[in-house]
């Protein structure tokens, strides 16, 4: 039977195969490049800084898919009324010390953020795998976050200046403020896009 086939024949089956092959590749990169798209959209800056600390987009890819399959496997909630007026208060009291005590003000600070985190149903881990986790909602943010912590973390004897602490209180008030608001469904729906 393998007689009767043809150079001609030979050749279309090649060049066949070859059009299949170059349409799987360009096909296989196109949904690579939307995928890179859609995780770069849903993670802003954060998706930057993965690949610099993962050091190729695709390692980075598979660490932020990562952590989202995480953050949907946990508990995430909304605050009571309740809960959100008490925070609210806590942090009155912790912004009316800032100008008396400002390096005890921002500790504080970011002690609060840590707690209301916690009573969100985000777990108490390290700063990084917190900062990971709260980055698959709230991406934007996490510059900020990891700047205002560093700030009121930093070891006696190289305190920051008042400048640091005040853009650190205002960068943990933002946070803060993220935090602790209702989502709309419409909001919910839009951060799990």
Do not use: C
């Not at 890819?61 to 949907?72: D, H, I, N, P, Q």
């Not at 809960?83 to 390096?103: G, L, N």
């Not at 991406?139 to 900020?144: G, I, K, N, V």
Request: aromatic share 6%.
């Amino acid at each position: 039977m393998l007689s009767h086939i043809t150079n001609t024949q030979i050749i279309f089956t090649a060049v066949a195969l070859i059009v299949v092959l170059v349409i799987a590749i360009i096909t296989d990169r196109q949904i690579r490049k939307a995928r890179t798209a859609s995780i770069r959209k849903r993670f802003g800056p954060e998706y930057d800084r993965a690949v610099l600390l993962h050091g190729t987009s695709q390692k980075a890819e598979a660490k932020l898919v990562g952590r989202e399959t995480r953050v949907s496997a946990l508990k995430i909630r909304e605050l009571t009324a309740n809960e959100r007026e008490r925070f609210a208060v806590e942090w009155q009291t912790v912004q009316s010390r800032f100008v008396d005590q400002p390096v005890a003000a921002v500790t504080e600070a970011d002690n609060l953020i840590a707690a209301l985190l916690v009573a969100r149903g985000y777990p108490r881990e390290t700063f990084e795998q917190s900062a990971a986790d709260l980055s698959v909602t709230y991406p934007r943010m996490m510059e900020s976050y990891r700047v205002a912590h560093a700030i009121a973390v930093r070891p006696r004897g190289s305190e920051a200046s008042t400048e640091e602490l005040r853009t650190a209180m205002i960068q943990s008030r933002a946070i803060f403020d993220e935090l602790i608001l209702v989502q709309s469904p419409q909001e919910k729906k839009s951060a799990a896009a």
